[in-house]
Protein backbone atom coordinates (compact mmCIF):
# COMPACT_ATOMS: atom_id res chain seq x y z
CA UNK A 1 0.00 0.00 0.00
CA UNK A 2 1.45 3.61 -0.27
CA UNK A 3 1.01 4.63 3.58
CA UNK A 4 0.99 3.30 6.71
CA UNK A 5 -2.29 0.95 7.71
CA UNK A 6 -3.80 0.34 11.32
CA UNK A 7 -6.38 -1.88 11.84
CA UNK A 8 -8.99 -1.90 13.16
CA UNK A 9 -9.95 1.64 12.91
CA UNK A 10 -12.08 1.47 16.04
CA UNK A 11 -12.18 -0.88 18.98
CA UNK A 12 -14.67 -1.27 21.80
CA UNK A 13 -13.67 -3.49 24.48
CA UNK A 14 -14.84 -3.94 28.26
CA UNK A 15 -12.26 -3.59 30.99
CA UNK A 16 -10.61 -6.37 31.82
CA UNK A 17 -10.53 -7.69 28.27
CA UNK A 18 -7.53 -8.14 26.14
CA UNK A 19 -6.85 -6.16 23.21
CA UNK A 20 -4.20 -6.58 19.60
CA UNK A 21 -3.93 -3.40 17.59
CA UNK A 22 -2.27 -3.94 14.43
CA UNK A 23 0.16 -1.93 12.23
CA UNK A 24 1.68 -2.05 8.39
CA UNK A 25 4.51 -0.02 7.67
CA UNK A 26 5.28 1.61 4.56
CA UNK A 27 6.99 -0.85 2.77
CA UNK A 28 11.21 -0.61 3.12
CA UNK A 29 10.97 1.21 6.44
CA UNK A 30 12.63 0.40 8.89
CA UNK A 31 12.01 2.17 12.24
CA UNK A 32 7.99 1.76 13.48
CA UNK A 33 6.31 3.64 16.51
CA UNK A 34 3.60 3.59 18.46
CA UNK A 35 1.97 6.69 19.91
CA UNK A 36 -0.75 7.34 22.25
CA UNK A 37 -2.95 9.90 22.15
CA UNK A 38 -5.89 11.01 24.20
CA UNK A 39 -8.31 13.40 23.55
CA UNK A 40 -6.95 17.09 23.45
CA UNK A 41 -3.72 15.77 24.24
CA UNK A 42 -0.22 15.28 22.51
CA UNK A 43 0.72 12.33 21.13
CA UNK A 44 2.18 9.79 24.26
CA UNK A 45 5.58 7.93 22.68
CA UNK A 46 4.97 4.31 23.78
CA UNK A 47 7.72 2.20 21.72
CA UNK A 48 10.09 1.97 18.91
CA UNK A 49 11.67 -0.63 16.93
CA UNK A 50 14.51 0.16 14.65
CA UNK A 51 15.69 -3.00 11.95
CA UNK A 52 16.97 -5.72 14.16
CA UNK A 53 17.96 -4.01 17.00
CA UNK A 54 16.14 -4.16 20.64
CA UNK A 55 13.33 -1.98 20.94
CA UNK A 56 12.85 1.18 22.94
CA UNK A 57 10.13 0.71 25.28
CA UNK A 58 10.85 3.10 27.64
CA UNK A 59 7.14 4.52 26.83
CA UNK A 60 4.73 1.92 27.54
CA UNK A 61 2.95 2.81 30.84
CA UNK A 62 2.33 -0.45 32.50
CA UNK A 63 3.39 -4.26 32.26
CA UNK A 64 0.22 -4.56 30.53
CA UNK A 65 1.17 -3.55 27.76
CA UNK A 66 3.58 -4.98 24.66
CA UNK A 67 4.07 -4.66 21.08
CA UNK A 68 5.99 -6.93 18.96
CA UNK A 69 7.57 -6.85 15.30
CA UNK A 70 7.38 -9.66 13.14
CA UNK A 71 9.86 -10.33 10.17
CA UNK A 72 11.04 -6.23 10.30
CA UNK A 73 7.29 -5.37 9.01
CA UNK A 74 4.20 -5.43 10.29
CA UNK A 75 3.64 -4.76 14.59
CA UNK A 76 1.05 -5.81 16.73
CA UNK A 77 0.52 -3.82 19.74
CA UNK A 78 -1.23 -5.38 23.02
CA UNK A 79 -3.04 -4.23 25.80
CA UNK A 80 -3.65 -7.18 28.62
CA UNK A 81 -6.60 -6.28 31.46
CA UNK A 82 -7.73 -3.21 29.82
CA UNK A 83 -8.37 -0.65 32.05
CA UNK A 84 -10.95 2.97 31.01
CA UNK A 85 -7.75 4.82 31.39
CA UNK A 86 -6.84 3.37 28.63
CA UNK A 87 -9.56 4.99 26.03
CA UNK A 88 -7.31 6.68 23.18
CA UNK A 89 -6.31 6.68 20.05
CA UNK A 90 -2.99 4.89 19.29
CA UNK A 91 -0.94 5.67 16.39
CA UNK A 92 1.43 4.14 14.69
CA UNK A 93 4.39 5.74 12.20
CA UNK A 94 7.41 4.78 10.48
CA UNK A 95 10.40 6.05 8.84
CA UNK A 96 12.99 5.44 6.77
CA UNK A 97 15.67 5.86 9.14
CA UNK A 98 18.79 7.59 7.35
CA UNK A 99 21.51 10.23 8.27
CA UNK A 100 19.76 12.31 10.59
CA UNK A 101 16.08 12.87 8.77
CA UNK A 102 13.46 11.12 10.39
CA UNK A 103 9.90 11.90 8.98
CA UNK A 104 7.46 9.96 10.11
CA UNK A 105 4.71 8.63 8.57
CA UNK A 106 1.61 8.15 10.30
CA UNK A 107 -1.63 5.30 9.42
CA UNK A 108 -4.80 7.03 10.59
CA UNK A 109 -4.91 5.30 13.63
CA UNK A 110 -7.03 2.84 16.07
CA UNK A 111 -9.59 4.47 18.59
CA UNK A 112 -9.59 2.38 21.69
CA UNK A 113 -13.02 2.60 23.91
CA UNK A 114 -12.65 0.69 27.00
CA UNK A 115 -16.00 0.60 28.55
CA UNK B 1 12.08 18.02 33.39
CA UNK B 2 11.81 18.06 29.70
CA UNK B 3 9.12 19.78 28.28
CA UNK B 4 7.72 21.50 25.14
CA UNK B 5 4.79 23.81 25.16
CA UNK B 6 2.75 24.96 22.71
CA UNK B 7 -0.46 27.18 23.43
CA UNK B 8 -2.76 24.92 24.04
CA UNK B 9 -5.65 27.50 23.06
CA UNK B 10 -6.90 28.02 19.43
CA UNK B 11 -5.62 30.73 17.58
CA UNK B 12 -8.51 32.59 15.05
CA UNK B 13 -7.63 34.48 12.21
CA UNK B 14 -8.99 36.07 9.19
CA UNK B 15 -7.92 34.69 5.65
CA UNK B 16 -5.03 36.05 4.05
CA UNK B 17 -3.15 37.08 6.87
CA UNK B 18 -0.08 35.49 8.37
CA UNK B 19 -0.74 32.95 11.19
CA UNK B 20 2.24 32.68 13.71
CA UNK B 21 2.82 29.57 16.22
CA UNK B 22 4.75 28.73 19.05
CA UNK B 23 6.97 26.05 20.40
CA UNK B 24 9.07 26.61 23.23
CA UNK B 25 11.00 23.66 24.90
CA UNK B 26 12.76 23.33 28.19
CA UNK B 27 16.14 21.18 28.92
CA UNK B 28 16.17 19.70 25.53
CA UNK B 29 19.29 20.07 23.36
CA UNK B 30 17.67 19.17 19.65
CA UNK B 31 19.55 17.86 16.86
CA UNK B 32 16.33 19.03 14.52
CA UNK B 33 12.91 19.71 15.17
CA UNK B 34 9.73 19.39 13.50
CA UNK B 35 6.33 20.62 12.43
CA UNK B 36 3.23 18.30 11.75
CA UNK B 37 -0.34 18.81 10.85
CA UNK B 38 -2.83 16.93 12.32
CA UNK B 39 -6.39 17.20 10.69
CA UNK B 40 -9.55 15.43 13.10
CA UNK B 41 -9.63 12.05 12.94
CA UNK B 42 -5.98 11.39 11.17
CA UNK B 43 -2.83 10.90 12.31
CA UNK B 44 -0.39 13.97 12.14
CA UNK B 45 1.31 14.65 8.24
CA UNK B 46 5.10 16.03 8.32
CA UNK B 47 5.45 19.73 7.08
CA UNK B 48 9.36 20.51 7.77
CA UNK B 49 11.90 19.81 9.26
CA UNK B 50 14.68 22.51 10.60
CA UNK B 51 18.25 21.44 12.03
CA UNK B 52 19.75 23.65 15.32
CA UNK B 53 21.97 24.84 12.51
CA UNK B 54 19.66 26.34 10.47
CA UNK B 55 18.12 29.86 10.93
CA UNK B 56 15.19 29.49 8.85
CA UNK B 57 13.25 27.69 6.65
CA UNK B 58 11.03 28.08 4.18
CA UNK B 59 8.28 25.81 1.82
CA UNK B 60 6.03 27.48 0.21
CA UNK B 61 3.55 29.43 2.48
CA UNK B 62 5.03 28.07 5.13
CA UNK B 63 8.27 29.52 7.06
CA UNK B 64 9.89 28.01 10.55
CA UNK B 65 12.53 29.35 12.63
CA UNK B 66 14.82 28.05 15.16
CA UNK B 67 16.52 29.54 17.71
CA UNK B 68 18.59 27.64 19.89
CA UNK B 69 19.51 30.61 22.21
CA UNK B 70 15.44 30.89 22.87
CA UNK B 71 14.87 27.40 22.78
CA UNK B 72 11.82 28.23 20.54
CA UNK B 73 10.67 27.79 16.91
CA UNK B 74 7.92 29.79 15.52
CA UNK B 75 5.61 28.39 12.44
CA UNK B 76 3.87 30.85 10.34
CA UNK B 77 2.00 30.29 7.84
CA UNK B 78 1.62 33.35 4.98
CA UNK B 79 -2.06 33.77 3.42
CA UNK B 80 -4.12 31.88 5.19
CA UNK B 81 -6.23 29.78 3.90
CA UNK B 82 -9.76 27.87 5.53
CA UNK B 83 -8.09 24.71 4.31
CA UNK B 84 -5.23 26.05 7.04
CA UNK B 85 -7.59 24.62 9.49
CA UNK B 86 -6.21 22.12 11.68
CA UNK B 87 -3.84 21.41 14.87
CA UNK B 88 -0.05 21.78 14.33
CA UNK B 89 2.12 19.77 16.13
CA UNK B 90 6.08 20.54 16.75
CA UNK B 91 8.41 17.48 17.82
CA UNK B 92 12.14 16.88 18.69
CA UNK B 93 15.03 15.12 18.00
CA UNK B 94 17.31 15.26 20.76
CA UNK B 95 21.67 15.13 19.99
CA UNK B 96 22.27 11.46 20.13
CA UNK B 97 18.43 10.15 20.86
CA UNK B 98 18.41 8.07 17.50
CA UNK B 99 15.31 9.35 15.89
CA UNK B 100 12.78 9.44 19.01
CA UNK B 101 10.45 12.33 18.55
CA UNK B 102 8.59 14.06 21.43
CA UNK B 103 5.74 15.70 20.69
CA UNK B 104 4.19 18.73 21.98
CA UNK B 105 0.59 19.15 22.62
CA UNK B 106 -0.70 21.06 19.25
CA UNK B 107 -1.96 24.47 18.56
CA UNK B 108 -5.33 24.24 16.42
CA UNK B 109 -5.49 26.77 14.03
CA UNK B 110 -8.98 28.51 12.88
CA UNK B 111 -8.88 30.62 9.80
CA UNK B 112 -11.99 32.26 8.97
CA UNK B 113 -13.51 33.76 5.72
Known amino acids: GAGVSQSPSNKVTEKGKDVELRCDPI?????LYWYRQSLGQGLEFLIY????????KSGLPSDRFSAERTGGSVSTLTIQRTQQEDSAVYLC?????????????FGPGTRLTVL | SQKIEQNSEALNIQEGKTATLTCNYT??????LQWYRQDPGRGPVFLLL?????KEKRKERLKVTFDTTLKQSLFHITASQPADSATYLC????????????FGTGTRLQVTL
Open chain 2, 91 to 102: ALVGTGTASKLT
Open chain 1, 49 to 56: FQGNSAPD
Open chain 2, 27 to 32: NYSPAY
Open chain 2, 50 to 54: IRENE
Open chain 1, 27 to 31: SGHTA
Open chain 1, 93 to 105: ASSLVTGDHNEQF
